[in-house]
């Protein structure tokens, strides 16, 4: 089988099968972080030392490409499943907050809450906990491959591959948290925001809410989080784009109806020919929730490598299941399977890991992987254009010069 094209109308429909509600936007219009813009204790500003320098996040970003406020992870630095905490992604609008834990309180109300309770960081850490890895992805991420595979150039931060990381997050889950103001039987919503200067909020209809894989995580990777990534409290939705995993939780208020915020109506929404506003009223399109099956080499773009026998290896990942496969392909020849590595059904939401061997020979090539996931879905072969460059997700060419 060659590394032939699939129609627009299929590639459509592997887009569409993403549609739903949230996302994580390019910068400027869609400025929220991977889950929220800093603000808190700190008030959105940067912080800074004592000779006045200027630090917009906590960790050091030296390893990362940087987007403005921005951190992209270089793939070819990750080795195993778990991302290090020190090379986990980092989406931010404004500089990262720090926020004093002593003081910190959540609260938990809202019309279709019965009750409002405020919760200290000690009574959330003594509610059950529950673990899980789970990757999180900026529905941005790739939008910088747009031009490359469509003609069009999207707007927003043109990330390349690695605005995605893959972590093992603990705290107890939301629905125990909403339990505790108790829930209405006319509640629609449950909208999640983050203490931020723009007091980033991101809702969910009840049932994602309650579901037992929604947490509300207070570690990552069995330490407190950091406070690039939320610090007291993020909310984990495994499955979902980036900007739902809000960060920095300050407040989780049950609607009795639907709740339209920026996040789903001007922001994180498809814009398109194919996804007519009058259609998504009162949102600018089609907003979104799930991400796409996707896969990618971890190697520099481009890569160069030497002439010979080279393994190769990448991430592969879906919202909807364990990834089943991972298929390569080289300068649209034949396809041949990867060897798929942690493919677990008892870690639906993390990544996987691949390799494969090459026989490199010397020249420049174009390598393609795409992935196939529990639920069906393969990677297109043809990119479907938005304007606001979300859900990317075509087997992406990689080049490769081999000296």
Known sequence: MKCDSMNRREALAVIA????VAACGPAGEDSASEGGVGAGAAGGQAQETAGGETLIWVKDPSPFIQHGT???TRLEDLH???TPNELFFVRNHAPTPRIDAGSYAL????????REVRLSLDDLRALPSQSQISYIECAGNWRGFFNSVTGRTASGSQWGTGAIGCAEWSGPRLADVLALAGVRADAVDVNVIGLDEAEWARPMPLDKAFDPDTIL?????????PPDHGFPVRVVVPGWVGSSSVK???RIEVATEKVWVRANTSSYVLVGDEWPADRYAPADGAPITTGMVKSALALPRPAQLAAGPQWLRGFAYSPRGP???VEWCVNDGPWARARLIGASAAMPYAWSRFEFEWTAPPGSHVIRTRA?????DTQPLEGVYNAKGYLLNVALPHPVEVV
């Open 323 to 325: 990834v089943e496969g």
């Open 248 to 250: 920095w939780v300050g």
């Open 107 to 114: 609260t938990v109300g809202g019309p279709g809450a019965e």
């Open 217 to 225: 995580a207070l570690t990552m990777n069995g330490v407190p989080l």
């Open 372 to 376: 196939t996931d529990a639920a069906g």
């Open 70 to 72: 921005n951190l992209e």
């Open 80 to 82: 195993s499943l778990i």
């Open 17 to 20: 099968a993403g549609v739903g």
